[in-house]
């Protein structure tokens, strides 16, 4: 494999620059000038921007198809806490779910696939914002991709919990499909010696926290499993006080669209219920968004399958669905693809402030990856 990128100094770069969703002009200005280095003099080669976004085309030879690549660049709101000498230069963000290193790797399969003109046309989509605001929906509805948009999408994420040198995907649902949930009950606050003056939005939102769980326990089929988590609850000053708004914000997790579009359905008539009868005011919010259920292509996904167990120094391991969410799912729904899981050995998990990837992957990814690439641009 010849390569002249430094990767891990890449890597490094853009660890220490995170930005959020769409704020990421410092990552992207890096990635132009780095994408500029790689496709000089490549005749074949065209680029777009979309906001923070990049697109790179490589125009095939002889094209029948257009086969897309996608990576991720935003950062995350966390303190970062690893330590590290290239630790984030930005305070309060940090890389912590890997896209640095997804970054990286796009950087170094595209100089792998520039070297010579592909048979069929190839996208490099550097997509915005797939942690908050489903960058890659918003792209494809605001029609970023025009007459770009690949026939076949690949992406990858980075997996702590796997060892370098290890793949892993299947040939079904990888990543599960999420809803944020935003939550807020009314009522009516007052001194906590008069009780029956006021209406204790606290203890009608400890009774819905509570009720929710019976989604899972009760209306969920065991089989299928789904996820409702409500992490941060918000009520109330001080101790003889009763509160007047309680705010909660949790997330539905499943693995399929219906089984989320029930959660949800429950969700809010639990809430309602909940509401009518402490005699509260209910605002609620349910956001889908962009991120779908990450559902591979059984066909495509067989043929990477098929690619990676017959490749040296790869284990491939068919894995099981995550309950993780991912925005990729979006444009797997627009278009036929593959997204797989590439081992990093940490033994912090994604969003964890310390969480840091072993860079031996960096390398190890392009070398595997990029001969896929090749095979199905030549195909």
Not at 64 to 70: F, L, Q, S, V, Y
Not at 201 to 223: E, G, K, W
Not at 225 to 239: D, K
Not at 349 to 354: K, R, V
């Amino acid at each position: 494999m010849d390569m002249t990128l430094d990767l891990v100094k890449i890597r490094r770069d853009l660890h220490q620059i995170p930005e959020i969703g769409l704020e990421e002009f410092k990552t992207q200005a890096y990635l132009l000038e780095r994408i500029a280095e790689i496709t000089e003099g490549k005749e074949f080669v065209e680029q777009r921007t979309w906001r923070t976004g990049i697109l790179v085309f490589l125009k095939g030879s002889n094209p029948e198809k257009t086969i897309g690549w996608r990576t991720d660049i935003d950062g995350l709101p966390i303190i970062e806490q690893t330590g590290l000498d290239f630790a984030s230069c930005h305070e309060g963000r940090m890389h912590a779910c890997g896209h640095d290193v997804h970054m990286t790797l796009a950087l170094g399969l595209l100089e792998q696939l520039v070297h010579v003109q592909p048979k069929n046309n190839l996208l490099f989509l550097f997509q915005p914002a797939e942690e908050n605001e489903a960058g890659g929906m918003l792209m494809y509805e605001d029609g970023a991709f025009g007459d770009w948009l690949p026939d076949q999408f690949y992406g990858l994420h980075v997996r702590p919990d796997l060892k370098v040198g290890e793949i892993a995907t299947n040939r079904g649902t990888l990543f599960a499909g999420t809803c944020e949930v935003k939550i807020t009950f009314k009522g009516k606050g007052g001194h906590a010696a008069f009780p029956h003056e006021a209406k204790d939005a606290l203890v009608a939102a400890s009774y819905f926290v509570t009720q929710v769980q019976t989604i899972v326990s009760r209306n969920v089929d065991p089989i299928e499993g789904a996820v409702v988590t409500f992490g941060s609850l918000h009520a109330g000053t001080t101790n003889n006080v009763i509160a007047e708004t309680a705010f909660l914000h949790g997330t539905i997790r499943t693995l399929t669209m219906e089984m989320n579009l029930l959660t949800q359905k429950r969700l809010e008539t639990i809430a309602r219920g909940v509401a009518d009868a402490f005699e509260m005011e209910l605002e609620l919010e349910l956001k889908q968004g962009g991120y779908l259920p990450v559902e591979n292509n059984p066909d495509l996904a067989d043929e990477l399958m098929t690619f990676f167990d017959q490749a040296e120094d790869v284990t491939l391991i068919d894995i099981l669905p995550a309950m993780t969410g991912e925005d990729f799912g979006y444009l797997l729904s627009k278009v036929d693809g593959v997204m797989l899981w590439l081992g990093v050995d940490s033994p912090y998990a994604l969003h964890h402030p310390q969480m840091s990837p072993k860079e031996e992957a960096l390398h190890f990814g392009v070398k595997a990856i990029s001969p896929f690439l090749q095979m199905k641009a030549n195909q």
